[in-house]
């Protein structure tokens, strides 16, 4: 009897891990994704590792601003499967209700003044003097267009906070007038003049840094937009940005940084799309992609629109 007992447990768990094995194997079919550029990387890695488990999955990345990805949508009426964003409040303003039902905050980050060894003045920029060596006449420095990408707008903020943070008035007109001409679309298209020397700095997430190899002023909480705890201090300051339409705009107000991820109403694969979100939400999957890239894992936060999830992500996500 006992035999017997044990073939059909032995038996039913072939099944089970045969079934398993061919759900696995089922999974087929391609996944586009649009993602802000400081997530080039990580997103790269999550593919990279999903693909290892799901090989008949394959993915087309299209790395943008943020803003700039949500627009793709909402004025070029393209299509894809995943939006995963620099800033959470990109889907909700520009997304939420038309072209998507929720968004799923998944990480945190902090802004920082990234440069290298070659940097006029690198072995002197300090917390103190920071500020000074950005207008020295010699310095040069890039930022990202705040009209495309989160980390545009997220160093306008940044630069507004230091100045009330250092008591310099002026500071932020000081600098936001300086080197215009190294403002570029994303974030990442900045490391190119950095590595030829064309400029010094970059108005950067720490992340990218990290990733990079690069050098990096962490900056002091007050001003990075990383810490909760200065939640009331980030909101004090405003950055405008082109909204819906060419003629809005739209008053991004700050705040910590978070992540945002969705999937569009037009995904052409949205079933395949649950799965890799699934996996990229995970603790032991792209959230630990996350983490070892230089990012803060914050699966599961809360979001306003938990109740428009499906179902299958709801465990990653709080109901605010």
Not at 11 to 36: D, M, P, R, W, Y
Not at 45 to 61: E, Q, W
Not at 126 to 132: E, I, L, R, T
Not at 284 to 311: F, L, W
Request: proline fraction near 5%; charge should be positive; include cysteine.
């Amino acid at each position: 009897m006992n035999r017997i007992f044990i073939l059909i447990v032995t038996v039913s768990l072939i099944g089970c891990n045969t079934n398993q094995k061919e759900k696995k194997e089922k999974l087929t079919g391609e996944l586009t994704i649009f993602h802000a550029g400081s997530l080039s990387l990580p997103m790269k890695a999550a593919v990279d590792s999903f693909k290892k488990i799901n090989p008949n999955v394959t993915f087309k990345l299209e790395s943008a601003g943020s803003v700039e990805c949500a627009r793709k949508i909402t004025e070029l009426n393209k299509s894809c499967d995943i939006l995963a964003s620099a800033d959470y409040k990109v889907i909700d303003k520009l997304l939420i209700p038309q072209f998507a039902s929720w968004n799923i905050p998944f990480a945190g980050n902090e802004m920082a003044i990234v440069y290298h060894d070659k940097s006029r003045h690198a072995n002197d920029i300090s917390k103190d003097n920071w500020y000074d060596i950005l207008l020295t006449q010699d310095v040069a420095f890039g930022r990202s267009d705040p009209n495309s990408d989160p980390c545009g707008y997220r160093s306008v903020m940044t630069v507004k906070l230091a100045e009330k943070l250092y008591l310099k008035p002026d500071l932020s007109k000081l600098i936001l007038d300086k080197d215009k001409k190294y403002i570029r679309p994303k974030e990442v298209d900045l490391l190119a003049l950095l590595e030829s020397n064309t400029i010094d700095y970059i108005f950067l997430y720490k992340s990218v840094a990290i990733q990079h190899g690069l050098r990096y002023l962490e900056l002091p909480q007050e001003i990075n937009l990383s810490n909760i705890a200065f939640d009331d201090l980030y909101k004090t300051v405003t950055a405008e940005v082109k909204g819906k339409t060419p003629e809005s705009v739209i008053t991004m107000v700050g705040e910590p940084m978070i992540y945002g991820l969705t999937i569009p109403k037009n995904s052409p694969n949205p079933k395949l799309a649950y799965e890799f979100v699934k996996y990229f939400l995970e603790a032991n999957g792209g959230q630990a992609i996350m983490r070892k890239m230089g990012q803060t894992a914050i699966v599961p936060a809360a979001t306003a629109s938990y109740d428009s999830i499906p179902e299958v992500l709801k465990p990653f996500a709080i109901k605010k």
